[in-house]
């Protein structure tokens, strides 16, 4: 008996991985957080499957369905929006299982902010405009480690990728604006790769309003910084022809024949 802690991706059933589809249709009990994973990413789910959604529970709750299938030897699908180790709250349930001895694996997923920048089209890492992407929340009910407050964080200018933040992002902007700049790209991606996915870009200066008057207030990705829209970046260095590396030598310019 084994629990898998699945990753099934932003929405779409296509982003689930084919080890992650494999597993949802093979286990016995489906666990999943229906707050956030759509009932399409489990319909391979066995029909005779024990589909639970873990939404309304407490981890005391999800902890007690685990140890039943364990009694009973049944696989259990831990199923998790986007990759199950990032904001997955999953570290908690694994230090139940170890506890317990509960053998567990974990399968990764594609998470929500690179699934957003696939939506945009947009590189997070440009060659010297930012090589860093910072993935953080904005401080609300849970509070942020002294040392990781925004504004510190905004200090380096690179790339932001914000999660369970977007009723924050007034506050969001008023922090980052010192920092960035008024001007400085943002884009929200609210429901990425679902059928209502919408995108909505400004600037830390627009943004806010832009977002209120779409009246969007759940499970979005705010992306900021100045990769989201220049075209000011130099070639990287991997395909420049006087560049060797581990599979390619360089090419000297003046070829003599
Ligand atoms: C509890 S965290 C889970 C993050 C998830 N583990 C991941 O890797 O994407 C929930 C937050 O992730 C973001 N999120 C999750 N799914 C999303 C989606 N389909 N579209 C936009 N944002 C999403 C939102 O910021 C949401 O508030």
Known sequence: MK????????????????????LIAACPVVLYTGSL????????????AKVLDSSG??????????KEAHRAEHDVARVHTGDPLIFGSTAEQMRR???????YEVIPGVSSFTAAAAALGKELTLPEVSQTVILTRAEGRTPMPEREKLVDLAR??????????ITLLREVTQLLIPEYGEDCPV?????????????????????????RQAG????????IGRALNTKEFADSRLYAPD?????????TTDHAE
Do not use: C
Request: no cysteine; glycine share 6%; net charge positive.
């Open 37 to 48: 994973v759509p009932r399409a990413a489990i319909r391979m789910a066995r029909p005779d």
């Open 156 to 165: 380096h200018n690179a790339t932001l990728a914000l999660f369970l933040s």
């Open 57 to 66: 529970m407490t981890l005391d709750e999800i902890i007690d369905i685990i």
């Open 216 to 223: 969007i207030k759940t499970q979005s990705i705010i992306l």
């Open 97 to 103: 299982m170890d506890e317990l001895a509960i053998p």
């Open 187 to 211: 884009a929200v991606v609210h429901k990425v790769s679902w059928p209502d996915q919408r995108i909505l870009t400004g600037t830390l200066g627009d943004i806010t309003a832009r977002v």
């Open 3 to 22: 629990v898998f802690i699945i990753g099934a991706g932003p929405g779409d059933p296509k982003l689930l991985t084919l080890r992650a589809a494999e």
């Open 243 to 251: 560049f060797s590396h581990g599979y390619r030598r360089a090419r």
